[in-house]
């Protein structure tokens, strides 16, 4: 301590005073806590004082006791984190442990040290007791460690495809590529973020291609001794070395890659060399596979959505610049950063995908046997075909899909299905089927199940829901979605808890922002399709603007956008419509509906925007000023506050930083229907 | 002319030796506080040329501090003091832009090769 | 040991609000305009991708509005999902409570209806009123919080 010129008597005094204090502390919390050993307050400050007490004493060099109050904080740090309960055998340690804290205290007071208090037994006895381990828990040597340095240090490391493209690109800027060695020193620990400090300046300087160990992700921090960086810069040597002059860094190496090597480097692919991949691999056992928490997920995903608008602005802010002469470096800069943010989000937004994502086949794989079981029970003779459970979906929509799914299948088994008798009558073979497929298609995720069985009865359905002649079969049939279609009567116990498809309708179309129809014959068989969007939370919409301010419509909803004139409009009355293939559908004035009637809202004018948008309870053709784009937006949900008249599903930042509302257009479908705005 | 130095951390002790060490190299400490709360009005009072920063502290803690801080003076120099373990904590701190970091419990010679490192850019 | 308390002035009241239920303190800047809003609504701002509505106090106090000046802040709070941005005339400082010096209030404090008030307390000059910002919030638009 004296080597820093401190006064060690006067250290002393006040570190005895406050010892003095933190142990009179401690022993009111323990005896507090020997009444009451559940106590946080006192669970907390105990962890507290002793983790002062840590640090002090090792700033004094007081290495014994610093451990035996380290011991003690951890059997606390335990406890809080309800790992450990308070028992009798453990509260007598506890006490032993602060009665040897007292003593090395008094010790120290008169002018003695330490050294030569066994710590030992009591240390020993707490371990015991509190399950502590001996150091640090993980201890696995990694046995191919060596053999993935040596590789690195070779600079044998494979690229991966995009990281070769960056070479490429780099090249083409006309940088140079560099490797950078740097050696973490021996003391310093953790080592991790001490590397860390140094990619953190590199990153803002140059442009980073491939790091060995990886520091995106941090493993095991005995890996981080040394590190090497392949990066790319057109900057000064001295700058890129720079950025090493971080403390505890050692030996920086900086080599500039010549034509030679790079090419080498590009031309590392898998065949090649794959004795450094394996080991590689190997090196990276604990890290592979990691168990991941949904929220955790959530949150990147999040974070991901952000990402992509940041992106948008930077490729703006791009656009701005390239407008102006001046700027021409920064111009590149923006250029390459706009392009680095860019494929990092692409990338990072399959990665995550990937992690959301499962096969669907974890919502099918339950299906053979339903079906199995239920046959049996109906007597009927079924035979179920699978395909495409490999498809991916979003996590989410798994267990909200399940039920409805479940639901459908119960339905065509007990409805659908005809027994073996009837089959037969109807010249069908007697084995009845059902199959559920699954694709992608379109950036959307098409769910069929069918039956080739008696098909829905077209006259019952349109008795039912009161439909008449104009309405053509196809269409009628659809009407087993409508909200109140089915009965409690009309369902056996066998199809659900008297629920019937507008249930599941409903479920689709609500929490899942997905859509399902219905194609049948009479004796023919059902065909049931739903459509999912891929994920949840980013929408491919329309941006449309009315009366200065900005709305956004999922492209999904949109039948088609026309112009609307005073040709093509219908008035009946006190209401409008547009007349669209020779039907009308009702026309929505918007600015109105949001803003409140304007004194334009009467006349049309020459051509307005109009957009059809469809949903199963029918159509809406929105007037709105101007189509101004089509975008992938990453929708946020809406606060109460700001809509109280339920009219948006959703919110969104653009590219600009504007915030635009998504319309709700299923609610908007649903007020027209019910006999319109007023009132709302 | 001496450098000026913000000290915060919740312990008065830590903060007596840091000024110790610190003052008997030349540093002028011009200022000390006890909590992420005060950490961040003493910065925007004094300006001064670089601050410790524990971040373990509580109520605000040092982290929220150190981002306020960064905040409202994006060249700030800060130096954290962190835990063993707080490996994400002190990776955070180094994206928001910290000069470096100490781990406690350190030696006097650490803190001040930290900060001349960091003061001498 | 009391609680930290965030103290804000609308018009002649002070008044705070518990430090944990704040995430942010930011300017009254960048904020869109949203019509379709209630009144007291101002707009809307981008905070960390997140869009959170701007709710006037002064207006939803009743008082009436006035310019927004350099000492406007809006006070971002949170209580599990839910985020709002309040303005407010300014901020005044962090003070620290003793639950001791806080007294509970029945009757309404102000023309402020006590079921907003968790309490009040004598600071230096001037009667701070704890609130109950949550409970402001989630009141229907059509019922005044001050009379």
Same mark, same amino acid.
């Given at each position: 301590m004296s080597s820093a010129g401190l006064d060690d008597k006067k250290l002393l005094r006040a570190f005895l005073e406050e010892a003095e204090e933190l142990l009179e502390k401690l022993n009111d919390n323990l005896l507090q806590l020997e009444k009451d050993a559940g106590n946080p307050d006192s669970i907390n400050e105990v962890f507290r004082l002793t983790h002062s007490l840590k640090s002090e004493s090792a700033l004094l060099g007081f290495t014994r006791l610093s451990e035996l109050a380290h011991r003690l904080e951890d059997v606390f740090d335990r406890i809080r984190a309800d790992h450990l309960n308070l028992s009798r055998p453990l509260m007598d340690a506890i006490f032993s442990a602060s009665d040897l804290i007292h003593e090395i205290i008094s010790r120290i007071s008169r002018g003695q040290t330490d050294t030569e208090i066994d710590i030992r037994s009591v240390i020993g006895e707490l371990q015991q007791l509190a399950g502590l381990g001996l150091g640090s828990e993980a201890a696995e040597p990694v046995e191919a460690l060596p053999a993935v340095a040596s590789a690195a240090e070779s600079g044998e490391l494979p690229l991966k495809s995009f990281q070769r493209s960056q070479v490429i690109e780099a090249l083409d800027r006309g940088e140079k590529i560099y490797r950078l060695r740097i050696k973490v020193a021996e003391e310093a620990e953790p080592k991790y973020p001490r590397a860390y400090l140094v990619f953190n300046n590199l990153e803002m300087i140059t442009n980073v291609i491939q790091t060995f160990p990886n520091m995106t992700a941090a493993q095991d921090d005995r890996l981080y001794e040394r590190i090497v960086v392949l990066l790319s810069s057109d900057l000064p040597e001295e700058k890129i070395a720079a &950025?090493? &002059?971080?403390?505890?860094? %050692? %030996?920086p190496e900086l080599e500039v890659l010549d034509k030679g090597r790079i090419d080498e480097l590009l031309s590392l692919r898998e065949q090649g060399k794959r004795s450094a991949l394996r080991a590689s691999r190997s090196a990276r056992i604990e890290s592979t596979s990691v168990r991941v928490d949904t929220n955790k997920l959530n949150e990147i995903w999040q974070l991901v959505g952000e990402l992509t608008i940041y992106k948008a602005q930077l490729s703006q802010l791009h656009d701005r610049l390239s407008r102006r002469r001046e700027n021409e470096s920064i111009k590149g800069e923006v250029e390459r950063a706009s392009d680095s943010l860019e494929r990092i989000t692409t990338e990072m937004q399959q990665a995550i995908m990937g992690t959301r994502m499962v096969p669907i086949a974890v919502l099918f794989n339950k299906f053979p046997r339903l079906v199995r079981d239920l046959s049996r029970k109906l007597g009927k003779n079924v035979e179920l075909e699978i395909q495409g459970k490999d498809t991916e979906i979003d996590r989410t929509i798994v267990e909200v899909l399940s039920d409805p799914l479940t639901h459908i299948i119960r339905n065509s088994l007990d409805h659908g299905l005809e027994e073996p008798e009837e089959r037969r009558k109807a010249n069908k073979p007697e084995v009845g089927r059902i199959s559920i497929t699954a694709q992608q298609q379109g950036g959307k995720i098409v769910i069929e199940v069918a039956d080739d069985g008696r098909g829905l009865d077209v006259g019952k359905i349109r008795k039912k829901a009161g439909i008449g002649a104009e309405i053509t079969d196809e269409e009628a049939v659809q009407y087993i979605f409508s909200p109140g279609f089915s009965t409690k009567e009309d369902v056996t116990d066998l199809s659900g808890r008297g629920v019937g498809m507008d249930v599941v309708a409903t479920r689709i179309r609500e929490d899942l922002k997905g859509e399902v129809e219905v194609r049948s014959e009479s004796g023919g068989g059902t065909l049931i399709r739903i459509l999912l969007p891929l994920t949840l939370t980013i929408l491919h919409s329309l941006v449309i603007s009315c009366s200065g301010y900005f709305y956004a419509i999922p492209v999904q909803d949109i039948r088609e956008t026309v112009k609307v004139t005073e040709q093509n409009t219908i008035i009946e009355g006190e209401n409008e419509f547009y007349d669209y293939e020779g039907r009308k559908v009702p026309l929505l004035r918007l600015d109105s509906v949001l803003l409140g009637p304007t004194e334009e809202s009467s006349s049309l004018g020459l051509e307005n925007n109009g957009v059809v948008v469809e949903q199963r309870r029918g159509r809406v053709c929105i007037l709105v000023d101007e189509l101004v784009e089509e975008e992938d937006l990453v929708i946020k949900p809406i606060s109460d506050l700001l809509n109280h008249r339920r009219l948006f599903s959703g919110v969104t930042v653009l590219g600009d930083g504007r915030i635009i509302f998504i319309l709700d257009t299923a609610r908007i479908i649903e007020i027209i229907e019910s006999g319109g705005f007023d009132g709302i | 002319m001496a450098f000026k130095v913000l000290l915060a951390d919740d312990l008065y002790f830590m903060r007596m030796v840091q000024k110790e060490v610190l003052e008997s190299k030349g540093f002028q400490i011009v200022g000390e506080a006890s909590t992420g709360t005060e950490a961040l009005a003493k910065y925007q009072e004094l300006r001064p040329d670089i601050v410790i920063l524990d971040i373990t502290m509580p109520e605000m803690n040092g982290l929220e501090a150190m981002k306020r801080i960064f905040a409202s003076d994006p060249d700030a120099k800060i130096i954290i003091c962190s835990a063993i373990g707080q490996q994400s904590l002190i990776v955070d701190a180094i994206n928001s832009g910290i000069k470096d970091f100490i781990v406690k419990p350190f030696k006097p010679e650490r803190l001040l090769s930290a900060i001349n490192k960091a003061l001498t850019e | 040991m009391g609680d930290k308390y965030v103290v804000f002035q609308i018009g002649e009241g002070h008044y705070s609000i518990p430090l944990e239920e704040v995430s942010q303190i930011i300017r009254y800047e960048n904020v869109t305009d949203v019509p379709t809003a209630p009144h007291f609504v101002d707009g809307v701002i981008n905070v960390g991708g997140d869009v959170v509505p701007v709710v006037n106090l002064r207006t939803r106090f009743s008082l009436e509005r006035t310019e927004i000046s350099r000492k406007n802040r809006v006070i971002i709070v949170q209580k599990q999902d839910l985020r709002y941005g309040l303005l407010v005339d300014s901020v005044q400082e962090i003070l620290e409570l003793d639950q001791d010096s806080v007294a509970a209030e029945a009757a309404s404090v102000f023309g402020m209806k006590s079921e907003f008030v968790r309490g009040i307390a004598k600071i230096r000059d001037y009667l701070l009123v704890l609130l109950d910002i949550f409970k402001v919030l989630s009141t229907s638009p059509e019922i005044p919080i001050k009379e």
């Open positions: &950025a090493c &002059a971080v403390d505890l860094i %050692e %030996e | - | -």
